[in-house]
């Protein structure tokens, strides 16, 4: 039987449906609009026409208000960035345990929130004593939602990378100086941070 969304359409179902499981919240149209790098016209346009069609109810003007229509059965997978990878052959085997489709997902989900929460700050600032612990329960939130602990480990390394180079950009003269952010975690989180 045919579902009652086109292939693109899909995408977008099973992607509020992956957030909000994520986060126990609907995405915002911006997260959408990161998430598939269209602009917001193409996201709004896409938010009324699943409205349409009945796949999802809203309320008009109310931020993270969408709500599936659909079981999560009835919806495709998502499919990400590293959807094309499996075109090529699988990389040689490694002490560590191949990566499967939906980890790939959510470590590219996680890496996605992450540039998000440090561009909202630039705009917004928070203090880091408030932000950086914000951003570890970012990513522990991955980590519930069974994200294995090497995959956590390559978020909260983007996470360093990116605050590195947001301090560089914000103050140029500044060395290199992750103790600093690290400095914000109380010390019993610290240690979860000594990829960095």
Not at 15 to 42: C, D, K, W
């Amino acid at each position: 039987m045919k579902p009652p969304y086109t292939t693109r359409q899909g995408q977008y179902l099973a992607y509020i449906n992956h957030y909000s499981t994520l986060h126990g919240r609907p995405p915002a149209e911006a997260e959408m609009m990161h998430f598939f790098q269209v602009t917001p016209p193409s996201v709004h346009q896409m938010i009324l026409t699943l409205e349409r069609r009945g796949l999802i109810t809203r309320v008009p003007g109310q931020a993270r208000s969408i709500r599936l229509r659909l079981p999560p059965e009835a919806l495709p997978p998502l499919r990400g960035a590293a959807a094309t990878a499996s075109i090529h052959p699988p990389p040689p085997q490694t002490e560590n345990p191949p990566v499967t489709d939906t980890e790939t997902l959510l470590l590219h989900f996680g890496k996605s929130q992450i540039e998000h929460w440090f561009r909202y700050n630039d705009q917004n600032p928070l203090d880091d004593s408030h932000f950086v612990p914000l951003l570890d329960m970012l990513i522990d939130s991955f980590a519930h939602a069974g994200l294995p602990a090497a995959a956590i480990q390559q978020l909260r390394r983007h996470a360093c990378e990116v605050y590195q180079r947001h301090r560089q950009q914000s103050a140029p003269a500044v060395e290199k100086n992750l103790g600093l952010m690290l400095s914000f975690l109380p010390p019993a989180v610290r240690s979860r941070w000594q990829c960095c």
